[in-house]
């Protein structure tokens, strides 16, 4: 098995909590630009549109903010890596957490199905949509710790450290442009 079915189930075992999904994912820089390749091209493609719509500047300015934010974890992961000396471990990890990103539309697809249940039984949809919003950000918590603690070979707490470290960069580069921008 290689290629795309392998991506496939390498996501969907992580996903799962299956270790040994992160067999499934290669270990070289093609495997980690093959994985970030979806990441540049649909906010490029999103920002060209609406570069011929005349939005310019905050087209460049999103543009910009989603491309720090794609590249804040890898950058962090990284050092961290290097500082925890699991360098030989990184591209494989790297390559795994940019794959099983695409697990979390899938979990809010399915989370959005359940809430719909949920509301049919008399649950409020706005509490409905909160716990599940907790639930979706708790389960993206986890799987990202998890894909660093088995890909990394780290501890849980170091995992938890690079998990909070990754998610303050990418989320002070993805909001920083934006307080900037006109409009």
């Not at 890898?74 to 940019?98: H, Q």
């Not at 199905?113 to 409905?128: A, D, E, H, N, T």
């Not at 780290?154 to 909001?175: D, I, K, P």
């Amino acid at each position: 098995m290689g290629g795309v079915a392998a991506i496939v189930v390498g996501v969907a075992r992580l996903a799962r909590g299956r270790a040994d999904g992160l067999s499934c994912f290669g270990d070289s820089s093609a495997h980690f630009t093959a994985s970030l390749a979806p990441f540049i091209a649909l906010p490029l493609v999103g920002t060209a549109l609406l570069l011929i719509q005349g939005e310019g500047l905050p087209a460049l300015v999103d543009l910009f903010a989603t491309w720090a934010a794609l590249l804040a974890p890898p950058v962090v992961s990284w050092e961290l890596a290097r500082r925890w000396r699991r360098e030989a471990r990184w591209l494989r990890y790297a390559t795994a957490f940019n794959w099983c990103l695409w697990a979390m539309p899938l979990a809010a697809v399915a989370t959005s199905l359940l809430l719909g249940v949920l509301v049919q039984f008399g649950v409020p949809q706005q509490l409905g949509a909160m716990v599940l919003t907790a639930l979706l950000l708790g389960y993206g918590l986890w799987l990202h710790w998890f894909i660093a603690r088995v890909g990394l070979d780290v501890s849980g707490g170091r995992a938890a450290v690079l998990v909070v470290l990754t998610n303050l960069a990418t989320s002070a580069l993805a909001l920083g442009p934006l307080a900037f921008a006109p409009g």
